[in-house]
């Protein structure tokens, strides 16, 4: 198992931030965690989407979308587990 962190950003108050990660191998299994790295107890900060387009016949590119659920800046991790 590989697990690492595969980006990092900031989600402004209210708003949606999308990355996108590309040229994954396609027999790969992979598992996407966002995290928050802004402390703000007693809510959930953020929710997230994960959307995969198979780019070619040999990569796999992953669309991850981070909704702030919050009235201030937040920043995220944006974390990985792939099993080959």
Known sequence: MRVGVQFTG???ANATG???T????PDWNVVWTV???TPAPGAPQ???DIEVQRASATA???WIE???LTAAPVAVEGRFASFP
Not at 22 to 25: L, M, Y
């Open 10 to 12: 900031t989600v402004g």
């Open 18 to 20: 999308r990355w996108f």
């Open 22 to 25: 590309h040229s994954w191998p």
């Open 35 to 37: 995290v928050p790295t």
């Open 46 to 48: 953020i929710e997230w």
């Open 60 to 62: 796999i590119t992953y």
């Open 66 to 68: 981070v909704k702030n």
